[in-house]
Every structure is written in C-alpha cells, then in structure tokens.
C-alpha cells in the first residue's frame, strides 16, 4: 500500500482537476470562519475583537486588475505582483463583522465597548487631527447601536492614531457541509501600524478617496481603505477607515491545519 500522505495528495490533485473543469477553485469546497483582532499597545487594554459574518473566497486571478492597480501606485512592486498572480492564491473577503467585545458600566451592566477610545498623540502637529478623530469614532459607534450579534459593514478608524500595535487576523475552515469543527488554518495574518502607516503616509499625496488598498510586507493581509474628512476649528483633518479586508492563501495550504479549537486560539484576545 503506498504512503497515506502520498494517496491523500493524489486524492487532492485528482479533486483539483475536477474543480478546473468545472471552472471552480479548491476553496469552494470549505466553509470558513474569521476573526478580526485590533491589537493596542497598551498591554491592559483588551483587544477589539470581531467576527467576520461571511468569508467570501474569491481565485486571484479573478482580481488581477485591482493587483496591477496596486502596482501603478506603487504599493508593492511589479515583480511580487506577478510572482503573486503566477501563485494559485486564494482570496478570501470580509466586508461585514460583529463585535465580540463588551465593558462594564457603572453597577455592573454590560455595554459595547467604544473603538476609538484611547487614541494616542503623534505630536504637536498632528493633535488636533487625532482628538477630531478619537471624537469621530466614538460618535460613529454611537451610530451603529454596536451590539453582540449585530452584524455591521466594517468601518474602523485606522488613522491618524498611535495606540494600536497590529491587526490580526484569525481563519479557521473546515470541508464543506461537514459536521466536523472548523480547524485553525496554519497560516499567520498579521499588519504592523508602522508597516500601514508608511503607506497612509504615502496615500496622502494622492487624491484618492476610495479604491485604497494597503498591504503587509508578505502580501497576505490587504485592507481597503476609505478616505474622509473631518472639519476641524484651524483645518480639514484626513482620517483613513477600514471598509473591507482580504486575506491571501495559496491554495495548496488549505488542508494545511493547526491544532487547537477556535475558543483556544482566540482566548489571548477575547476580553475578561
């Protein structure tokens, strides 16, 4: 008998050949889940933490012009771009999310958690531009009635602010239709602040407002970003929001899975 790694990797050639007649991907056959971890600098306080409603996984080469896009804006360079394009990658998409953070009030009460709170200051300059932000973003969740459940498209203010360290993304999957658990993919997704800074700072210069798109240096995490605009008493303060995210995977790392279950993987980041 041959080796079972051997068999279960015929058995996955022979279903991907499958799926190129039927002009579908591999990722077609999983159902996934994702979590969203806005990380803060300051160690006590508890990480913004939400679930993606649904995960919508798209083939890259479905996506090629918005890959080449980030080329002529000279996000990243030419030849990743088409090292990424030649991959088989899959795209999996999480526009909508729901918060999984609560606080306390006073008498022991449970309401959300403000996401712009606690926002940190550059400098001098920049001052007026984050209090305007930190202002905008608690009005924003005021707005949304951000409860437990409650699935919202994802708006998150992302800059000008100082006191986030990363944004980590978590992705589980299991085999379509299966009664099984979903399984942590073995694959690590995380965006430094100092690493989407640069690329604001670059935007900036630019009189985009929509179709930004920023990426970690291993192009596996992308945001898309929308840019607004906050009237302020001296000037008009330019903040960048997050609207969507995606994640690339190369396709042969779908059956790639971690151990573990979903409460322990999230446990550093789920609040007390």
């Known amino acids: 008998m041959g080796d079972p790694n051997s068999r279960k990797k015929q058995a996955l ?14 990722a077609d056959q999983f159902d996934f889940k994702m979590y969203i971890a806005f990380v803060f600098k300051e160690k006590k306080k508890k990480s913004a933490l939400f679930e993606v409603s649904e995960v919508i996984p798209v ?13 002529r804006d000279s996000s990243y360079s030419l030849e990743s771009s088409i090292e990424l394009l030649q991959k ?5 998409h999480a526009p909508r999310y729901q918060s999984m953070r609560r606080m306390k009030k006073e008498g022991g009460e449970e309401e959300e958690e403000e996401e712009g709170d606690g926002v940190e200051e550059n400098g001098d300059e920049d001052e007026e531009a984050e209090a305007a932000t930190g202002k905008q973003a608690a009005e ?7 409860v437990i459940g409650c699935t919202q498209e994802m708006d998150f203010i992302l800059w000008p602010r100082n006191d986030i360290e990363k944004i980590v993304c978590l992705l589980f999957s299991r085999w379509k239709d299966s009664d099984e658990p979903f399984r942590p993919v073995q694959a690590k997704f995380e965006f430094h602040h100092s690493d989407y800074e640069k690329q604001f700072l670059h935007v900036l210069s630019r009189k985009d407002k929509t179709g930004i798109v920023v990426n970690n240096p ?7 970003i929308d840019r607004q ?3 302020t008493p001296k000037n008009k303060a330019t ?10 995977l190369p396709q042969e790392q779908l059956t790639h899975w971690a151990v573990g279950t979903i409460e322990d993987h999230l446990h550093p980041y789920m609040p007390e």
């Open 13 to 26: 050639n022979r279903l991907r050949a499958q799926l190129r007649k039927k002009k579908e991907s591999l």
């Open 239 to 248: 903040i960048f929001k997050l609207c969507s995210i995606c994640l690339y």
């Open 140 to 146: 924003d969740d005021e707005d949304d009635d951000d």
């Open 218 to 224: 291993n192009q596996s995490v992308f945001l898309f």
């Open 88 to 92: 088989d990658v899959v795209q999996l």
């Open 229 to 231: 605009h906050l009237q």
């Open 59 to 71: 083939m890259t080469n479905n996506y090629e012009e918005n890959i080449l896009k980030g080329v």
